[in-house]
């Protein structure tokens, strides 16, 4: 005796991941930059979901390592963006520390982070964004905070993904 399967998925999503493989570190502007890694293709017309963790830190080459332990008024802060192909559509939520914030190309397209400890700050990012007309790139963009910090620096083990879905639209009546 056989069995039927109550749902059968003939759309299988794809997934596309990028790691960061080694540091990288501006210093001295504050204009958000290109990422050299974390960016990811996208076709257009479609619809993605976007996650990923960006591990930044922030040094002040006048204050000593071991001066900054245990204090709570050093503070270090990146800004971070992001940039999409013409005509696309997204939010992403940002949670980093005691920052967050929702990011889309309809208002703010860059936050500043700041925390205040020696560490680096993981920053947590789940949206999603729609394509237009255009193919393109979603693409980290980031700089030095506005704190006086000699350096930013996005680490190795950063990364992103996409995963392309189908949007299924209700109607009201539903």
């Known amino acids: 005796m056989g069995f039927a399967l109550p749902f059968v998925n003939n759309y299988v999503n ?11 570190s501006i210093s001295g502007s ?10 990811l293709s996208l076709k257009k017309n479609k619809s993605y979901t976007l996650e ?16 900054v332990i245990g204090r709570h008024d050093a503070e270090r802060s ?13 939010n992403l939520g940002l949670i980093g520390g005691n920052n ?32 237009g007309s255009s193919s ?3 693409r980290l963009n980031w700089a030095q905070g506005d704190d006086g910090a000699s350096q930013a620096t996005v680490l190795e083990g950063s990364f992103l993904r996409v995963e ?11």
């Open 52 to 67: 990923g963790v960006i591990f930044a830190d922030s040094r002040d080459s006048t204050i000593s390592t071991a001066d």
């Open 30 to 39: 504050g204009i958000l930059q290109s990422d050299d890694e974390l960016y």
């Open 100 to 131: 967050s914030v929702i990011l889309g190309n309809s208002g703010d397209n860059s936050y500043q982070f700041r925390w205040g400890y020696n560490a680096p700050l993981p920053i947590y990012i789940k949206g999603n964004l729609t394509t």
């Open 164 to 174: 392309e879905f189908k949007e299924t639209r209700r109607s009201k009546n539903e």
């Open 14 to 24: 794809e997934v596309s991941i990028v790691k960061k493989s080694v540091n990288e």
């Open 136 to 138: 393109g790139e979603i």
């Open 78 to 90: 990146i800004k971070i963006g992001f940039s999409a192909p013409n005509g696309a559509r997204f």
